[in-house]
């Protein structure tokens, strides 16, 4: 199989990335987007031999989208870098979308420990699943924070949305598009470091409110 690439959205994770990055398979590349970090999180992933993008517009989609397009593989994905994935499960998000089983795979969390996920994140996580599969022929359960699909057909789905509501606006334009979208379990680590989004209630007040914003803009 050619080089797959992994594109990393990063705000301040410099702890968590030597480990991270260490632990990538054989054939997998790393993209760190830095999204205006102040912990040296991009001298870090150099270091450790990380292609590092710098993306000062601040927002989760925007650091995805310059992911991708510093990316050249064929099949891309994008994960979280503050450890809570671990890259050994790579090769089973990719492995439906390299046979053609699916177009899109969205990793699904099953909790290593109580406090892997906390429970404000996964409340609001489970209210947003229900209602993109009302809308979707897709069955989400997790809107989780890994995902793999071929790269050109995915810029080319055109996601707008450059910040919290870039998961959200995916599924619904894959949907639209005909995409075979597939969950795959996933263990869900304990994160490394300190959380800044989905760990908060404010951060994940704000992820809640983008992606309310993109579902109700499909319905429009």
């Given at each position: 199989?050619?080089?797959?690439?992994?594109?990393?959205?990063?705000?301040?994770?410099?702890?968590?990335?030597?480990?991270?990055?260490?632990?990538?398979?054989?054939?997998?590349?790393?993209?760190?987007?830095?999204?205006?970090?102040?912990?040296?999180?991009?001298?870090?992933?150099?270091?450790?031999?990380?292609?590092?993008?710098?993306?000062?517009?601040?927002?989760?989609?925007?650091?995805?989208?310059?992911?991708?397009?510093?990316?050249?593989?064929?099949?891309?994905?994008?994960?979280?870098?503050?450890?809570?994935?671990?890259?050994a499960q790579f090769p089973a998000l990719v492995a439906p979308v390299a046979t053609g089983a699916a177009d899109l795979?969205?990793?699904?969390?099953?909790?290593?420990?109580?406090?892997?996920?906390?429970?404000?994140?996964?409340?609001?996580?489970?209210?947003?699943?229900?209602?993109?599969?009302?809308?979707?022929?897709?069955?989400?359960?997790?809107?989780?924070?890994?995902?793999?699909?071929?790269?050109?057909?995915?810029?080319?789905?055109?996601?707008?949305?450059?910040?919290?509501?870039?998961?959200?606006?995916?599924?619904?334009?894959?949907?639209?598009?005909?995409?075979?979208?597939?969950?795959?379990?996933?263990?869900?680590?304990?994160?490394?470091?300190?959380?800044?989004?989905?760990?908060?209630?404010?951060?994940?007040?704000?992820?809640?409110?983008?992606?309310?914003?993109?579902?109700?803009?499909?319905?429009?």
């Open positions: 199989m050619d080089r797959i690439d992994v594109v990393f959205p990063c705000l301040d994770e410099a702890e968590a990335l030597p480990a991270l990055l260490a632990a990538l398979p054989p054939g997998y590349g790393a993209i760190v987007v830095d999204n205006g970090s102040t912990d040296g999180s991009a001298a870090v992933a150099l270091a450790a031999g990380a292609q590092v993008v710098s993306e000062p517009r601040r927002g989760y989609g925007a650091a995805v989208h310059a992911g991708l397009l510093a990316s050249t593989a064929d099949i891309v994905i994008v994960s979280d870098a503050d450890g809570t994935i671990s890259p795979t969205i990793g699904r969390r099953r909790p290593a420990s109580p406090r892997a996920w906390p429970l404000v994140s996964r409340a609001a996580n489970g209210v947003l699943a229900r209602m993109l599969s009302a809308k979707t022929a897709a069955s989400i359960r997790d809107l989780g924070p890994v995902r793999a699909a071929r790269r050109a057909p995915l810029l080319a789905l055109g996601v707008e949305d450059r910040r919290s509501g870039y998961p959200v606006e995916l599924v619904l334009r894959a949907d639209r598009a005909g995409w075979r979208v597939r969950q795959v379990d996933v263990d869900y680590l304990p994160r490394i470091g300190r959380s800044k989004v989905t760990g908060t209630v404010g951060g994940a007040f704000t992820a809640v409110v983008d992606m309310r914003r993109r579902l109700a803009a499909s319905a429009r």
